[in-house]
């Protein structure tokens, strides 16, 4: 038979070098006694104060939220979110700019409109456009 080569396994020995509350190292110890088949479900349950249901349940969410912490991603850092308050400001500049925009494309369509009719040798200044006709009905 051969020897095993390296530190000894801690264990549930893990649990105590982890970050977090006593109680909730309790309760991890627990769910993976069960795991190991060191400690049954009923007995679990009493330990944890908690139906088998209940039990059932909380192990469920325990290893699905564990499987999905171990789930491939991408490397290097997050790309950065901007939030809600940068983005809104954002906005506000893009719409103060569209504003700015629009109000200098209408003076410059009113200066258009201004120099074609002063360069209009029909209708120069003084003289009536099309659109000035005199009034038909004569005062009494």
């Known amino acids: 038979m051969s020897q095993r080569v390296g530190r000894k396994p801690l264990s549930t020995a893990h649990v105590d ?10 309760r991890l110890r627990i769910v993976l006694e ?3 088949g060191v400690l ?3 007995d679990a349950c009493q330990l944890l104060e908690l139906s088998e ?3 059932h349940h909380l192990r469920h969410v325990w290893l699905q939220e564990a499987l999905e912490l171990l789930e491939p991603r991408r ?6 979110q901007e939030d809600a308050a940068e983005l809104t400001r954002h906005c ?6 569209v504003s700015q925009l629009r109000a200098e494309v209408r003076g ?7 120099a074609r009719i002063l360069a209009d040798p029909v209708v120069g200044p003084g ?3 099309a659109d000035e006709t005199p009034n038909p009905v004569k005062p009494r």
Request: aromatic letters at 2%; proline letters at 7%.
């Open 17 to 26: 070098r982890l970050c977090g509350s006593a109680r909730a190292k309790d």
């Open 34 to 36: 069960t795991l190991r």
């Open 40 to 42: 049954t479900i009923p």
């Open 53 to 55: 249901a209940q039990f």
């Open 75 to 80: 490397v290097g850092r997050p790309p950065k």
């Open 92 to 97: 506000a500049q893009l719409e103060a700019e």
């Open 108 to 114: 410059v369509q009113v200066r258009e409109e201004i």
């Open 127 to 129: 003289k009536k456009t």
